[in-house]
């Protein structure tokens, strides 16, 4: 091996070495890259608007990320203040509730009795009523809750940290995101340039209308939700609203974690008919309805993207590592498809014939 040759491979080994290092010692802030990404698609209409208006960048990025934080912050603050309220409110006359949960109490356990094989399980594990199922329950999830609680406090400083890096990842990213492109392009040979440079128009195209289509997805469910609590009679349905559109933002959380609570609150206060609708409503309508009609059909009209993908780049890498899959999964598939629709466009572009979309 002459002395180029030599010379050559250790740069490489080098250079792949210390990629590795860095890929390493960055790989407990790959969440924070990805939802840095999901905010910069997400706020980019934000951000060219605001630049035509203000003709510069950095004013227009920083506005950006400031408006999303002081949207979140005011939503987290009315559900906060709204919760803090109601508990008040319960602790300053327990028997307002306490009343209806004993009365639920004596229904259910007549309702067990009247029947041979209820009535032989009550008699094995509620006999004392249904306090002791509950005891038992809450006993059983304490040590849970207890590390649950113990780890996000000890791990407090480091979300915090996380959620700083994230808002300035993604202003950078919002400043910087065309420059990067046309870098990227200047360093490629030039016979690949052309399909290089397909390819990232496709991807952007396909990244921009997913993750767009996540955030619209969750923002109707939230306006659905609002005006479905609002003619159920439930208060603060505006809030609940709000709370519906930031938790749909979190898979496999979602609107759940409100109407399910709300269930179980109009059954203990024995108002049978809203808990019912309202269980209904919150199933079909917003948990079912959005992620099997509204995100596949925004996608496939926006940009001809099959249903079938878009259920699997946001629900299955979900299942598969974790909370950021809703990120990383859109970003795998639509690669995947952005290489598709690349070849495709070439090939129809040698044959003189129209792209199939």
Request: one cysteine or more; a positive charge.
């Amino acid at each position: 091996m002459d002395s180029d040759k030599k010379y050559s491979f250790f740069v490489v080994s080098l250079i792949l070495l210390v990629s590795i290092v860095a890929v390493y010692l960055t790989k407990e802030f790959v969440p924070v890259v990805v939802f840095s990404i999901f905010l910069t698609y997400v706020l980019y209409p934000v951000y060219l608007h605001l630049k035509k208006i203000t003709r510069s960048e950095r004013i227009a990025s920083s506005v950006s990320v400031l408006s999303a934080l002081f949207i979140l912050g005011l939503c987290i603050y009315l559900l906060i203040s709204s919760a803090v309220k109601e508990i008040s409110k319960l602790v300053a006359s327990p028997g307002q509730l306490r009343e209806p949960i004993l009365a639920l109490e004596k229904e259910l356990l007549d309702f067990i009795s009247s029947s041979d094989y209820f009535s032989f399980i009550a008699n094995r594990y509620i006999s004392d009523g249904l306090t002791q199922p509950v005891v038992t329950a809450i006993n059983w999830s304490s040590p849970y809750a207890k590390t649950f609680l113990t780890s996000f406090i000890t791990n407090t400083p480091l979300y915090m940290i996380s959620f700083v890096l994230t808002l300035l990842f993604t202003y950078y990213f919002l400043i910087d995101a065309r420059r990067l492109r046309t870098q990227f392009i200047d360093i490629i040979p030039e016979k690949h340039k052309e399909k290089v440079d397909l390819f990232i128009k496709e991807l952007n195209v396909i990244y921009y209308n997913l993750f767009n289509i996540f955030f619209v997805t969750s923002f109707i469910t939230g306006v659905i939700a609002a005006v479905g609590f609002f003619l159920l009679g439930i208060p603060y349905p505006v809030i609940l609203g709000m709370a519906v559109f930031l938790l749909t933002l979190l898979p496999l959380v979602g609107a759940p974690v409100i109407y399910g609570p709300l269930f179980i609150y109009y059954l203990v206060i024995q108002e049978y008919f809203t808990a019912v609708v309202l269980l209904l409503f919150g199933i079909f309508i917003l948990s079912i309805f959005p992620d099997s009609f509204i995100r596949p059909r925004l996608a496939k009209d926006k940009a001809s993207i099959h249903p079938v993908i878009t259920l699997l780049s946001f629900t299955a890498p979900i299942f598969v590592i974790g909370f950021t899959g809703f990120i990383v999964g859109p970003l795998v598939y639509g690669f995947l498809l952005a290489f598709y629709r690349t070849i495709l466009i070439t090939k129809s572009q040698k044959l003189g014939e129209e792209p199939e979309s």
